[in-house]
């Protein structure tokens, strides 16, 4: 096992979701915050320019603090949206850690039913699958890589546009089919057991997934934590949604797709070895009540993640 204290690790979208997740646990489970309360310095960097990425490195060099790990987070650019960018700043993230010698590179990439349809996908899962061909092509020059392919964010659920992120699954989904949840502080301490056993991990796929539920049984877990319906669009609006928004519909196939696969006995056994992975690395995962009973999980924007009513009701996203 790597003890963190003396190892810097660098974060990229440190101010997100997953990125805090990761700081917070790193520092909770190290017990730092405490010990160390000036452990965590923010750095200004452009991932549009390799440049100022650069430059981090090389001033982590000069100060004495050779960069050991990267977790590298990218921000979600939105349904549908043009993803090119996103796999350029990956690569550019992947290729200087190998340049200067990271000793371990971590990827959060996303979780789609194994590899056999990525020959179709397109937009930010098709720059996620190129960027994860791209770190496992620099292993061989000796990256240390280890990818995280998280499940669908229980904090999609959140505020406004949760309600009709979960109108629009429970309108669009058979009734049956199961969707691979995950609360985001999770994905982040997966990342940490990761750091702190990088050997155990090496190049090695992990599906950070808490559980596999139906919409129905989601219901039932959010009214059982909190004692009342889970927040919710009325059925005819979401249909319409879906029948308006081409990305929309995607999304819906997509995961009718990954519930296939899942179910087959090929797909279940990959699935199942990734996922166990995963839970070595972090073993207590939050079940979707858990998270449901805590406080802020009807608190976001109205335009989180690029989305909004606005561009749903346009068919842009």
């Not at 850690?97 to 056999?116: A, D, K, P, Q, T």
Request: aromatic share 8%.
């Amino acid at each position: 096992m790597t003890t963190l204290t003396e190892k810097t690790i660098l974060v990229t979208g440190a101010t997100g979701r997953q990125g805090k997740a990761f700081i917070s646990g790193i520092l909770s489970e190290e017990k730092l915050a405490a010990q160390h309360p000036n452990r965590v310095t923010i750095v200004e960097g452009d991932l549009d320019s390799a440049d100022t990425i650069r430059k981090v490195f090389e001033d982590a060099k000069k100060e004495g603090r050779t960069i050991w790990g990267v977790f590298c987070v990218l921000a979600f650019p939105g349904l549908g949206a043009d993803a090119d960018g996103e796999e350029k700043q990956g690569k550019m993230v992947a290729d200087l850690s190998l340049e200067y010698g990271v000793s371990h590179f971590v990827f959060s990439s996303v979780e789609r039913g194994g590899e056999g349809f990525d020959a179709t996908m397109m937009g930010d899962r098709l720059a996620k699958i190129n960027i994860e061909k791209h770190v496992k092509h620099l292993g061989a020059q000796g990256l240390n890589w280890t990818i995280l392919r998280p499940g669908f964010f229980m904090e999609n659920y959140e505020g406004f546009i949760g309600r009709i992120t979960f109108g629009v699954l429970k309108a669009g989904l058979k009734p049956s089919t199961t969707v691979q949840i995950i609360g985001v502080k999770d994905i982040g301490l997966v990342a940490a057991g990761v750091f702190r056993d990088p050997i155990a991990f090496h190049s090695q796929i992990l599906v950070v997934v808490a559980e596999a539920s139906t919409m129905s049984q989601q219901e039932a877990a959010y009214k059982s934590a909190r004692g009342r319906d889970i927040p919710s669009i009325p059925a005819v609006f979401a249909r319409g949604l879906i029948a308006m928004n081409s990305h929309t519909k995607q999304l819906i196939m997509e995961m009718e797709r990954v519930h296939r696969v899942h179910s087959s006995p090929e797909g279940a056994e990959e699935y199942h070895l990734q996922w166990e992975a995963a839970k070595r690395a972090h073993p207590n995962m939050m079940s979707f009540e858990k998270w449901a009973q805590q406080d802020n999980v009807e608190a976001r924007g109205n335009d989180w993640n690029g989305i909004s009513l606005g561009k749903l009701l346009r068919g842009r996203q």
